[in-house]
């Protein structure tokens, strides 16, 4: 007897297999068979939005395959990916293998370990259409606003954009913060600073208040004013409170916060994150346990736990660390109201597969995603750390005078590590750790340092890959299987830039928000965004027929793309242009950058009369190796950089290696660094290499437990 399991990749299909034994076939379908064409907008609108769908190109050959193996099967289960987008996958593959939808062939695993699998298996369920309208219902959305608004700000703006309803608004965020951070005026303001000394040991504190109550120090005159005061004073411990504080740990990750963590502590962009998460997911060969996943599903907004991983992991824990760690009752983890809640948390499949275990085999990528997902789960259920505090206020007094002033300090102490001793957010919450020196009341303690700083309000921070992911996820918009796309998104399509962590809106950015504003206000608005995601959710669940809401939004849209073609007829928004200092060969005009289908090149703003262009190139302080040219960056025609030098065509040198600014210090020639950080002079007969050191190359415990 022949049963067939089809899944979406063929490292989902390798564990799988593993599990189910011989009297399995299990194969992968390499994601979506089926999609819509992007020639057209293949959604039929006067027929209810009917999508026309149609394999996807070069999956021909692979679905022919799939049919035949279905035909000589005795059974066929759809074990695609337990979210919305698998389900839409199990049903396109369900219609085009003409396997019956009201036949319970779909099976999911929240995990894919040896129960999991087989438990999957041996319940399988019929095909969720509410899950796969849902998916429809945002891929027709994303269409319709993409092939009707996409050709209108082409038009207004420039030729090639494109519109998308959800990467819209979270360009419009980055726009609004960098207009906040232009228009935002520093106010300033200045702080009094103590250094103190009791017995041997010294601490800082703060002035916080006089005999009026709190203290507000605006400018430099009202800081001497204080530290004119304060000459010759004498300071007293006027309280000393002592307590103890219980911190609670963080709860496991979701998604969003699996992405924000991934990029403060790993510098992984979101969609790297989410590479490495689904293979850990899908399995991984593990010495001593074999092909394995090692986590749950990574796409999700809930953070239960099952009882089952609860009960194994106290026990890991109680073992490990001892009865101690764990807190006196179970901790549980609330799920914000508008999750779906259909997966748990972002867990290790099996907490004893510790991530030193794992280390060996997993790339160093691998592990670092692994450690920091099995660190903050576990520590989710450890003890709270419980720690000793103390808020001292010195009175500072002067003799001959009735005024006083008060300082405040506060630290704490670990008396107990609890689930600190595996995992600890970096949040500073302004005490100082470490030992305080034992002060009492009505102690005298001795002025060391005494000085007046001035500070200014800060502006908002710009948006990171983290801090917007944080804010798609409190604004409603999007969901955890798009966060990473969107980021990746408006990037590839240059509406915003990364400028080492930030990002920043382009020009381009800022003028398609402006349009889209003013015209479309919809499309950019955060609430009517959010509001699409809970219609989403709601035709998951039944609650809403997506015909209907797909004609609402439509008829919206058209609406205001009719006015707006009206209202703007002959207007076209002029972008401003980097000017170079490169000269037109024709006219003598400094060169402008533009942005044609191809990238960017550099044109004569003469134009019509002056039709010069030419490739921007990236200058170097290369020298040439065969004939002592320039070495500059160039764009091959697929949009790979690559270097070569300008007195091409009469030279023919060219590299994928980048230059690296500095010599050969055995020839003198120019340095050139290639894969694997292998730094090479070009000239063959010299020889030099060597391999360049990597950059925090140096790990401390904490690197290690993060």
């Known amino acids: 007897m022949s049963k067939l399991v089809i899944v979406e990749s063929p490292a989902k299909a ?91 062939n779909r099976v999911k695993f929240n995990e894919i370990n040896e129960t999991s699998v087989k438990r999957g298996i041996s319940n399988p369920e019929v095909v969720d259409m509410g899950l796969v309208d849902a998916q429809q219902a945002r891929r027709i959305l994303d269409r319709l606003v993409g092939y009707r608004l996409s ?66 120090i605006e400018n430099k005159q009202q800081s001497d004013m204080y530290l004119a005061r304060l000459d010759g004073a004498d300071y007293t411990a006027a309280s000393v409170k002592k307590g103890t504080r219980k911190k609670q740990p963080s709860p496991p990750f979701i998604t969003s916060s699996m992405q924000q963590d991934a990029s ?17 997911y899908e399995g991984i060969d593990v010495e001593g346990y074999g092909m394995t996943g090692l986590i749950t599903y990574m796409r999700t907004d809930s953070l239960r736990i099952s009882e089952e991983a609860r009960s194994a992991t106290n026990a890991f824990i109680s073992s490990n660390y001892g009865a101690k760690y764990l807190p006196d009752k179970p901790r549980y ?77 506060s630290g704490y102490s670990i008396k107990f590590d609890g689930f600190t001793a595996l995992y600890e957010d ?47 996820e409190e604004t409603g918009v999007g969901r955890p299987s798009t ?83 009206n209202d703007m007829q002959g207007q076209k928004i002029q972008l401003q242009e980097d000017i170079t200092d490169i000269k037109c060969e024709n006219c003598g005009r400094n060169m402008v950058v533009k942005t044609g289908r191809y990238g960017k090149f550099l044109a004569c703003p003469g134009y019509p009369e002056c039709k010069t262009t030419k490739p921007l190139v990236e200058e ?17 025609k697929k ?9 091409y065509p009469n030279c023919n040198f060219m590299t994928w290696d980048k230059p690296t600014g500095e010599n050969c210090p055995k020839c003198g020639k120019s340095l050139f660094k290639g894969k694997g950080g292998l730094i090479t002079c070009p000239d063959k007969t010299c020889g030099y290499s060597f391999k360049a050191p990597r950059k925090n190359a140096k790990k401390t415990q904490e690197d290690d437990n993060e």
């Not at 021909?60 to 066929?76: H, P, W, Y």
């Not at 303690?445 to 917007?468: C, D, I, M, R």
């Not at 949009?639 to 007195?647: A, S, V, W």
């Open 483 to 565: 966060y990473a796309s969107i980021v990746s998104t408006i990037i590839k399509r240059e509406y915003v830039k990364r400028d080492g962590k930030l990002l920043k809106a382009t020009e381009l950015g800022c003028a398609t928000t402006a349009l889209l504003k003013e015209r479309f206000q919809k499309i950019v608005n955060t609430k009517f965004t959010a509001s699409m995601e809970t219609k989403l959710d709601e035709i998951d669940e039944g609650k809403c027929n997506y015909v209907e809401m797909l004609r609402e939004f439509y008829d919206d849209l058209e609406g205001a793309l009719s006015k707006a073609k």
């Open 639 to 647: 949009g790979f950089q690559f270097y070569g030098c300008d007195n």
């Open 151 to 216: 050709p209108f700000i082409s038009q207004k703006i420039r030729r090639g954009l494109s519109a998308g309803r959800v990467q819209s608004v979270a360009v419009r965020l980055i726009v609004d913060r960098e207009d906040e951070i232009a228009k935002f005026n520093p106010e300033e303001y200045w702080s009094i600073d103590a250094k103190f000394a009791s017995g041997r040991r010294t601490f800082t504190a703060s002035l916080t208040g006089d005999e009026n109550g709190k203290v507000k």
């Open 426 to 472: 970096a949040v500073d919450d302004g005490d100082s750790a470490g030992t305080f020196p034992e002060i009492k009341a009505g102690e005298t303690v001795k002025l060391k340092e005494l000085s007046g700083n001035q500070h200014f309000t800060q502006p908002p921070a710009h948006y990171t890959e983290a801090s917007l992911i944080k804010t798609l």
């Open 620 to 636: 170097t302080n290369a020298v040439c190796p065969e004939c002592g040219g320039k070495v500059i960056g160039k764009k091959s």
């Open 333 to 409: 983890f609330k799920t914000r109201s508008n999750a779906q809640d259909g997966h748990e948390a972002i867990r290790p499949a099996n907490v004893a597969i510790t991530p030193q275990i794992a280390k060996k085999s997993l790339t160093n990528d691998q592990y670092k995603l692994y450690n920091l997902i099995w660190c903050r789960y576990v520590a989710s259920l450890m003890a709270p750390c419980v720690q000793d505090t103390v808020k001292v206020e010195i009175k500072a007094e002067k003799a001959g005078t009735d005024g006083f002033c008060i300082f405040s300090a």
């Open 14 to 104: 390798k564990t799988i297999k593993k599990y189910l034994g011989n009297d399995y076939d299990v194969v992968a379908s390499m994601g979506h068979i089926r999609d819509l064409p992007a020639a057209k907008l293949n959604v039929e609108v006067k027929n209810n939005f009917a999508p026309k769908y149609a394999i996807i190109k070069g999956k021909e050959k692979l679905v022919k395959e799939l049919k035949e193996r279905v035909g000589k099967s005795d059974a066929v289960y759809l074990a695609t990916d337990p979210d919305r987008e698998g389900e839409a996958i199990s049903w396109h593959l369900a219609t085009v293998l003409g396997l019956d939808l009201n036949e319970k």
């Open 264 to 280: 403060r502590k790993l510098n992984f962009q979101a969609q790297k994150t989410m590479k490495i998460a689904q293979e850990l």
